[in-house]
């Protein structure tokens, strides 16, 4: 058996303060082989009250996933000997992940600028939800607010409704990675440079940048996509549920009419266009519908790919959690969060070298390595971290 | 290199084999930091997203190429292939989102990328990944919904068994900023081991990994997962309301007590607000149905924008539910200097997206137009490949390289 491999970021060290916008950073970095220390508060970061909880205990499986693969300690750096014992763990940091409101460093005497003036190879990785200057930069901010303002919900849902969120926290967890992304370029940059940087990474601008070329196609056409359910996107009702199907090309197109037997309504070649296929909906979908009626779900999808047309089956959590397909790939795997609590959770956003790169461990108790790390690696002595704890500093 | 280049990229090359959305946005994101951003094309295989209109140009194609080079290539040619493995020599990045199997068919794919070149970093991309029964599958973002999850949760709970789709692509731009990320993290990795590495990124697995708490429930707890809509346990009032204006929209999240007392008080504290049972987050979730009808009715005669300056001046979390208009009008992204004007040929004056990300050590993003499919083609052959106009002449007339052609008439997009 050969060993495994070393990640990518094995020997870079990180320290997370982050809340929900950025937890996600943190633990990409940490999949990816960076030893992140998670910093909370001393009453413990405000996501591990969040829901979902596994049933019956106060555990959160939200704090639990975004965390997973850090080490845990408590610090509260407002106070005038935190910020000294925040400066001695930058010390040894190359990356500072934090989501205070703007100007907030500055108030308990962290100031980025000066911050980097000390640490002059730090990089401090602030992530907001505005964006550290401009009109709304004291604005609060959620991750619905980031979904909306970003512009990608607008177009969610059926033209007759509101438009609907999708589940999750999909702005603030992709925010996270964005500021991931962020961080690594200040890193490789400092390879050359020798220095670190201050980012400014905002969630409106991570979320914009991912409507689907809105602004763009607007600055041109001065038209948006409506809201219109699953619009050319089609979904289809099948015997047992449904699948979507995105025709979008002709050899797609022709492709299906051969599969459907080349039925008589839809014979007109104009059909081949995608545009006309569009205008002529009303004429053209009910044929489809008809025939993939009284067909179950994983065979439509089935017998289509083997078409090569873009069929996907509607699947259940269920059935997500449990197919062929996620079974092989390992998509989900086991972690033992907490002593007695196992929970299936996905197993990485990535492979290297076929080797998949996710969390290796559970998420840390509140403030499980204090000792560790500030006596271990800062050098204080036991009744000096218990006399910090009495005065509420860790 | 004389004065310091502070962009962070300069001197890497990526070739970029990006499709559509996912692989191409990797490409975006090295292209704006320096680096040499060379899209892989054919007339045959060109970009799907620059096929969709019929001058091979338009606004979102060109967002995503932004700051490229393009060398065309036929990679069903020998000699073709064998100049790509040239180029590959010279390159540091390869990204594919092409459908599994395709790269190895045309004879790049990662075992042979290697072969040529150790220290190339590899970052490949397909709907459900590389490997495992449905590793063949084709489709697009959307495809990925049905598969993951996310389109039997994002819906209307009381509407749950007829999904409500989105014709968003979500996640396929997230993808490929996991994707650069990853490249990033292995050029890192490359400065120590001197060797490149191949990085996967199966799409379907990432809404899954985002809603990776919301799986880990269903686990323990089987059934229990549904869709939530627009409402939650973290607090009431919590949704989208009404607003003045042709399907405009307002978001307002009350996050506590004290953000329902601000709430009442950017209302002028109307008397129905008053009820002793919305004092407390139970309470006011156990109401949430009426509390929505009242809110719904003030905002109704008001703008977004009204509504969320009136409640974020009290703090509440309020914002407006935008589409591309409000966004080149929204005064956040106007001062943030977000909308980038590029002239692009072949579409005119348009707005590209700016950066999600700035630095104290980071210079401005390059922002320029996409390329014409072959447009570098000579000049690429030319500076890395060694070779010479007669023998670049040769190649075009073989067919084996392909050259722009420019635009007939002006046939703009828009103009289809």
């Known amino acids: ?394 | 290199m004389g004065a310091e280049d502070a962009y962070p990229f300069r001197g890497l090359r990526v070739l970029d084999f990006g499709v559509g959305a996912v692989g191409v946005e990797v490409g975006r994101l090295f292209a704006e930091y320096g680096a040499d951003v060379i899209k892989v094309e054919s007339q045959a295989r060109p970009d799907f997203m620059r096929a969709l209109t019929p001058a091979w140009m338009n606004p979102a194609f060109a967002s995503s190429s932004r700051s490229k080079r393009s060398f065309a290539v036929d990679l069903s040619s020998e000699r073709g292939v064998g100049l790509l493995h040239q180029l590959v020599r010279v390159s540091d990045v390869v990204v594919d989102n092409n459908g599994a199997g395709v790269m190895e068919k045309l004879g790049v794919g990662y075992e042979a990328l290697r072969a040529t070149n150790p220290r190339i970093v590899v970052f490949t991309s397909q709907m459900v990944g590389g490997q495992g029964p449905w590793s063949r599958w084709i489709g697009y973002g959307p495809s990925t919904h049905p598969v993951s999850g996310l389109q039997y949760l994002w819906n209307y709970p009381e509407d749950a068994e007829r999904p409500a789709g989105s014709v968003n692509i979500f996640p396929d731009h997230l993808v490929g900023r996991i994707g650069a990320l990853a490249a990033v993290a292995a050029l890192i990795q490359r400065e120590r081991s001197g060797r490149g590495c191949k990085i996967d990124a199966a799409q379907f697995e990432t809404p899954i990994n985002l809603l990776g708490d919301l799986f880990a429930l269903e686990e323990l707890a089987p059934g229990s997962l549904r869709p939530a809509g627009n409402r939650s346990p973290r607090g009431a009032p919590w949704g989208i309301y009404r607003c003045a204006g042709p399907d405009e929209w307002c978001a307002i999240n009350v996050r506590s007590d004290a953000e329902w007392e601000a709430l009442r008080r950017a209302l002028g504290s109307p008397d129905w607000s008053g009820r002793p049972e919305y004092r407390t987050a139970s309470g006011r979730l156990a109401h949430q149905d009426e509390l929505d009808a009242r809110l719904g009715e003030w905002t109704a005669d008001r703008t977004p924008q009204e509504v969320a300056q009136r409640l974020q001046a009290e703090g509440v979390p309020a914002g407006d539910v935008q589409h591309a208009a409000h966004q080149l009008a929204d005064p956040q992204l106007a001062a943030r200097g977000y909308a980038r004007v590029v002239d692009q040929p072949g579409v005119g004056g348009m707005v590209f997206e700016g950066p999600s990300f700035r630095g104290t050590d980071l210079p401005e993003p390059i922002i320029g137009p996409a390329p014409l499919l072959g447009q570098h083609t000579r000049e690429v052959a030319r500076e890395l490949l060694g070779l010479s106009e007669p023998e670049i002449d040769a190649l075009v007339a073989e067919g084996v390289l392909e050259e722009a052609r420019p635009f007939e008439g002006a046939p703009g997009w828009g103009q289809a």
């Open chain 1, 1 to 394: 058996m050969l060993a495994t491999p070393e990640r990518p970021l094995a020997g870079l060290r990180v320290l997370d303060s982050a809340d929900e916008k950025g937890e996600l950073c943190g633990r990409i970095l940490a999949d990816l082989g960076a030893r992140v220390i998670r910093l909370e508060p001393p009453a413990g970061a405000r996501s591990r009250r969040l829901p979902p909880f596994a049933p019956g205990r106060s555990t959160s499986l939200y704090f639990a996933l975004r965390n997973a693969g850090k080490r845990g300690i408590t610090l509260d750096f407002r106070t005038p000997t935190g910020a000294l014992l925040l400066h001695r763990l930058l010390e040894r940091a190359d990356a500072w992940i934090e989501t205070e409101r703007p100007g907030a460093l500055a108030a308990c005497g962290l100031d980025p600028a000066e911050l980097l003036a000390r640490h002059p190879a730090l990089v401090v990785t602030s992530i907001t939800d505005f964006g550290q200057d401009g009109p709304y930069r004291d604005w609060q901010g959620t991750d619905m607010l980031g979904f909306a303002m970003g512009g990608l919900l607008h177009r969610c849902g059926r033209a007759d409704r509101p438009p609907v969120m999708p589940p999750g926290s999909l702005a603030y967890d992709s925010t996270g990675l964005v500021a991931a992304l962020a961080t690594l370029v200040a890193l490789y940059r400092r390879l050359i440079s020798g220095r670190g940087q201050h980012l400014d990474v905002s969630v409106l601008e991570s979320v914009a940048n991912m409507s689907d070329w809105a602004l763009p196609n607007y600055s041109v056409s001065q038209g948006f996509q409506a809201r219109d359910g699953a619009g050319f996107y089609a979904l289809y009702r099948c015997a047992d549920g449904w699948v979507r199907m995105v025709v979008l090309v002709t050899r797609h197109w022709r492709a299906l009419l051969d599969w459907m037997g080349s039925p008589a309504e839809l014979t007109d070649p104009k059909l081949d266009q995608f545009l006309e296929r569009l205008v002529r909906r009303a004429e053209v979908e009910p044929v489809i519908e008809r025939f993939f009626a009284d067909q179950k779900k994983i065979d439509v999808a089935r017998e289509a790919q083997r078409r090569g047309i873009p069929v996907t089956p509607l699947l259940l959590p269920a059935e997500v959690l449990e197919n062929e397909h996620t079974r092989a790939r390992g998509t989900f795997g086991a972690l033992a969060i907490e002593p007695g609590l196992e929970v299936r959770f996905p197993s990485g956003l990535l492979q290297i070298d076929e080797q998949r790169v996710g969390p290796r461990e559970r998420p840390p108790g509140l403030g499980e390595h204090n000792e560790a790390v500030y006596c271990g690696e800062l050098g204080l002595g036991a009744g000096e971290l218990e006399a910090l704890r009495c005065q509420g500093v860790v």
